[in-house]
């Protein structure tokens, strides 16, 4: 199991991980990313995998999650 952290310091909000992982990944109503599954299931960590990769500041870090 994986789960998301994120450097808002670093984040621009500009949705490339929300578009890549729109089940994971969205912005708020004040443009600011919000993450709905911060261990997302299995079956999205390709996606997931996919928004980090995107991100072009790398403000997205998956860890693996032992629990």
């Known amino acids: 199991m994986m789960r998301i952290e994120v450097d808002y310091d670093s984040c621009e909000s500009n949705a490339l ?4 992982a729109p089940e994971v990944f969205e912005l708020d109503d004040d443009d ?14 390709g996606a997931v995998e996919e ?4 991100c072009p500041k790398r403000a997205i870090t998956l860890v693996e999650d032992p629990a």
């Open 51 to 54: 928004a980090a990769r995107s």
């Open 17 to 20: 991980c929300a578009a890549a």
């Open 32 to 45: 600011q990313l919000a993450v709905l599954q911060p261990k997302p299931p299995l079956a999205l960590c």
